[in-house]
C-alpha cells in the first residue's frame, strides 16, 4: 500500500516551453502533497506544500508564478513548470501524506528528470 | 527553526558488521524524526520514525535507530549489514510546535557502501 506515482519519469524540452507533471496517491487518499527538488548530492529542497482544495504554499524563494501547483483532487497534484530555462533543470520529487498529523511519515513518488534544453 | 546534520557523506561497512548512520537535529521542542532510504533509481521509502515513547525504534528491513535527547541524536543502526542496504540514508526532523503545515526538514543524505 501508500504507493505515490509521478508522470513522466523524465522529459527534456526546450527553453521557453511549459513542462506538467503529476503526481498520483494510488491507493489512499493524499491531504497533503509536497514538492521538492533534489540535486546532486544535496538533499531535498521543499518547494511547497499543497492542501487539496486548496492554494500551494510556497517556500520563500520558489516563485509561485514559475512553479504553478495545483491539488485538485485527493489522489492528484501537479507541478508546471513555466517558460522553463535550463537552471530549471533538475530531479522533482513528489511526495503525500494519509491524514494531518504531523507524525505521519510522508509516501515518495519515484521522481521526474527534468532537462531543458 | 528545525536542522538536521548528517555529519558522514559517506558510510563503508563490511557486509555482515554491524552499521550506523549518524544523525543530530535542532529543534526547540520536542522532535518527531524520520529515517527514508533512497534506492539507486527509486523514490524515498519511509524506514522509521520516533513520535514519543520507548527511545528505541524499530523498522523496516531490520532497521533501528535511538532516539537520544541529551545528544540530540537519531543514529540510524542495523545488527548485520546486507550488500543490499547500500543505498542513501536520509533523516528528517519536524518540530511539532512550527506551523500548521507539516514541514519536514532533511538532512542531505549518507551514502551507505557494504562492501562484500
Known amino acids: 500500500g501508500a504507493v505515490v506515482s509521478q508522470h513522466p519519469s523524465w522529459v527534456i524540452c526546450k527553453s521557453g516551453t511549459s513542462v506538467k507533471i503529476e503526481c498520483r496517491s494510488l491507493?489512499?487518499?493524499?491531504?497533503?502533497m509536497f514538492w521538492y527538488r533534489q540535486f546532486p548530492k544535496q538533499s531535498l529542497m521543499l518547494m511547497a506544500t499543497?492542501?487539496?482544495?486548496?492554494?500551494?504554499?510556497?517556500e520563500q524563494g520558489v516563485e509561485k508564478d514559475k512553479f504553478l501547483i495545483n491539488h485538485a483532487s485527493l489522489t492528484l497534484s501537479t507541478l508546471t513548470v513555466t517558460s522553463a530555462h535550463p537552471e530549471d533543470s533538475s530531479f522533482y520529487i513528489c511526495?503525500?501524506?494519509?491524514?494531518?498529523?504531523?507524525?505521519?511519515?510522508?509516501?515518495f513518488g519515484p521522481g521526474t528528470r527534468l532537462t531543458v534544453l | 527553526a528545525q536542522s538536521v546534520a548528517q555529519p558522514e557523506d559517506q558510510v563503508n561497512v563490511a557486509e555482515g558488521n554491524p552499521l550506523t548512520v549518524k544523525c543530530t537535529y535542532s529543534?526547540?521542542?520536542?522532535?518527531?524524526l524520520f529515517w527514508y532510504v533512497q534506492y539507486p533509481n527509486r523514490g524515498l521509502q519511509f524506514l522509521l520514525k520516533?513520535?514519543?515513547?520507548?527511545?528505541l525504534v524499530k523498522g523496516s528491513y531490520g532497521f533501528e535507530a535511538e532516539f537520544n535527547k541529551s545528544q540530540t541524536s537519531f543514529h540510524l543502526k542495523k545488527p548485520s549489514a546486507l550488500v543490499s542496504d547500500s543505498a542513501l540514508y536520509f533523516c528528517?526532523?519536524?518540530?511539532?510546535?512550527?506551523?500548521?503545515?507539516?514541514?519536514?526538514?532533511f538532512g542531505i543524505g549518507t551514502k551507505l557502501q557494504v562492501i562484500p
Open positions: 520516533y513520535i514519543t515513547g520507548d527511545n
Open positions: 511526495s503525500a501524506t494519509a491524514g494531518l498529523a504531523a507524525y505521519n511519515e510522508q509516501f
Open positions: 499543497s492542501n487539496e482544495g486548496s492554494k500551494a504554499t510556497y
Open positions: 491507493d489512499f487518499q493524499a491531504t497533503t
Open positions: 529543534v526547540s521542542g520536542n522532535p518527531y
Open positions: 528528517a526532523v519536524r518540530d511539532p510546535t512550527s506551523g500548521g503545515y507539516q514541514k519536514v526538514t
